[in-house]
């Protein structure tokens, strides 16, 4: 066995594809930082900073598993890039999955007696107090986003992507980041 620390990630990954198990820890460990640094500068809608440090991991494994030196880069540009797409991947599902409690919402009638479908397991309380969330969220968004900044928001959890909302407003994919990434460092202001 030689000295895996030593290595390039490139022979670190033929080497794995060869049979060496051992390296993948050597590139878990080389790359976690990474993904801890990529996880941290965003919000997992519903979840906290270790759903998103395991959605980051999950993207370093996808990118030890896919690298192909003769079809990429470096090893390190591929890593980042598959991390950060598996990444935005969890928060564009998240953010679909945002206003489930207000797709389930359940009418409490008088006349019609006290109904159940649509509650999948969650009491009503439950549904209130999601409810009552949602909106404190919104009124915080409203006091601190611009009203561009609102409505690229908003067609981001309605699950449009970047390059949808860039082309539907006239500006680039990357304004669009930058957007989203102005409200939540607003929104972190406003909680800390």
Same mark, same amino acid.
């Given at each position: 066995m030689e000295n895996w620390e030593q290595m390039a990630d490139e022979q670190l990954i033929e080497r794995l594809n060869r049979g060496e198990t051992g390296c993948m820890d050597v590139l878990i460990e080389r790359y976690k930082r990474q993904v801890r640094n990529q996880a941290r500068t965003l919000y997992l809608i519903g979840g906290d900073s270790d759903d998103l440090?395991?959605?980051?991991?999950?993207?370093?494994?996808? !990118? *030890? @598993?896919?690298?192909?030196?003769? +079809?990429?880069? $470096?090893?390190? $540009?591929?890593? !980042?890039?598959?991390?950060?797409? /598996? #990444?935005?991947?969890? *928060? /564009?599902?998240a953010g679909r999955q945002k206003h489930a409690p207000l797709n389930s919402y359940v009418e409490l009638s008088p006349e019609l007696g006290e109904r159940t479908e649509g509650l999948k397991g969650r009491s009503p309380e439950e549904l209130l107090i999601d409810q009552e969330n949602i909106q404190s969220l919104r009124s915080e968004i409203l006091k601190? %986003?611009?009203? #561009?900044?609102?409505?690229? #928001?908003?067609?981001?959890?309605?699950?449009? $992507?970047?390059?949808?909302?860039?082309?539907? #407003?006239? +500006?680039?994919? +990357?304004?669009?980041?930058? %957007?989203?990434?102005?409200? @939540? @460092? +607003?929104?972190?202001? @406003?909680?800390?």
């Open positions: 440090i395991q959605e980051g991991m999950l993207g370093l494994f996808k !990118a *030890i @598993r896919d690298y192909r030196p003769e +079809k990429s880069g $470096s090893f390190e $540009s591929f890593a !980042a890039l598959c991390i950060s797409r /598996q #990444l935005y991947s969890a *928060i /564009q599902a601190v %986003a611009t009203p #561009l900044e609102q409505e690229i #928001l908003n067609a981001y959890l309605s699950g449009q $992507s970047y390059t949808e909302i860039a082309l539907r #407003l006239h +500006k680039e994919p +990357k304004s669009i980041d930058n %957007a989203l990434q102005r409200i @939540r @460092r +607003k929104l972190r202001k @406003r909680e800390g």
